[in-house]
């Protein structure tokens, strides 16, 4: 009994993946005969499994969405990914959903979703679950961390750091974490990422910083392809609540020194025209260039409308 329906859970399995099995396939897969494949299928009908057959050399069979909703069957990283997704959402729905999936957890994988959860810091967004869980498990077993990461123009440069912490901010997320080549707090891409296995010894923890004012200053120093110096007509704290991933240092009462980083020099201009103020850009030169180009087609745009 305990033989069959260890088969059965493994058929069901199978029958998961989005594709058709044939007879014979599955009969290899799970070492029985056709003639017992037909068995098991139908115990499953029996179970309220809805297995769809279709006859035929090209036929086969596959698990049909039915009007009840069966016990899925996940393997350890499926389980942790999708507890993961659950708990970044900020929905009722995903909180009962994630408290069912926790309760049927095995202690191996309440101990990764814990972990998952203490050292991830925001809301969700796409990212490999395999690095995500790579990176968590460095987290807690405070082991360092060796990975190459991918700079902003394809080329990889070899880091060790002590990871401290997983922290989602302007649509990304972020490793935070002590390098030891530079002696320094410093703030990774994740999706740049690439761990290398094993990791490394493990540290003693240091105090970390202030996460959203080191992540800020990170992002505005990060080695992004531009990086702008703009001075701003407003004092700084006005200026950082509007912009809060940048630096902003005060120069005086009603100014400030503004340095943000990006990708583009059109996603720069975005950030300095949410500001509503008065400001005058020291650098880059591709971003004032990109900025004569707005003012030109914002003041044809004005006389276009003034003139009909």
Not at 30 to 55: N, Q
Not at 260 to 268: F, Q, R, S
Not at 273 to 289: A, H, I, M, R, T
Request: aromatic share 6%; glycine share 8%.
């Amino acid at each position: 009994m305990l033989e069959t329906s260890a088969r059965l859970l493994r058929l069901l399995s199978l029958l998961q993946a989005s594709r058709d099995w044939t007879g014979p396939d599955l009969a290899e897969r799970l070492g029985v005969t056709t003639r017992t494949i037909r068995k098991d299928v139908d115990r499953l009908r029996t179970l309220g499994y809805p297995v769809h057959a279709t006859p035929g050399a090209a036929g086969g069979y596959r698990l049909g969405a039915g009007a009840t909703l069966p016990p899925l069957l996940l393997d350890d990283d499926e389980a942790v990914a999708v507890a993961l997704s659950l708990s970044t959402q900020d929905s009722d729905t995903a909180g009962r959903a994630l408290r069912k999936l926790e309760q049927v957890l095995p202690g191996r994988l309440q101990h990764r979703v814990s972990a998952l959860q203490e050292y991830t810091v925001g809301t969700a967004e796409e990212l490999d679950p395999e690095v995500t869980v790579q990176i968590v498990n460095a987290c807690r077993a405070r082991e360092r961390l060796r990975f190459d990461y991918v700079k902003f123009d394809g080329e990889q440069d070899r880091r060790e750091v002590e990871p401290y912490r997983l922290v989602h901010m302007r649509g990304r997320w972020y490793l935070v974490g002590w390098d030891l080549g530079r002696q320094d707090w410093r703030t990774f891409r994740a999706d740049r990422v690439r761990p290398r296995v094993p990791t490394g010894p493990r540290f003693s923890a240091r105090e970390l910083p202030d996460l959203e004012a080191h992540l800020a200053k990170g992002l505005a120093t990060a080695a992004w392809r531009f990086r702008a110096t703009v001075t701003v007509h407003a004092p700084a704290a006005e200026v950082a609540a509007k912009v809060p991933a940048a630096l902003v240092e005060a120069t005086g009462e009603s100014s400030c020194r503004l340095t943000a980083g990006a990708d583009t020099v059109e996603m720069l201009a975005v950030y300095l025209g949410v500001l509503g103020c008065g400001f005058s850009v020291d650098g880059p030169p591709e971003l004032v260039q990109h900025l004569g180009k707005l003012a030109d087609r914002f003041r044809e745009a004005i006389n276009t409308a003034e003139h009909g």
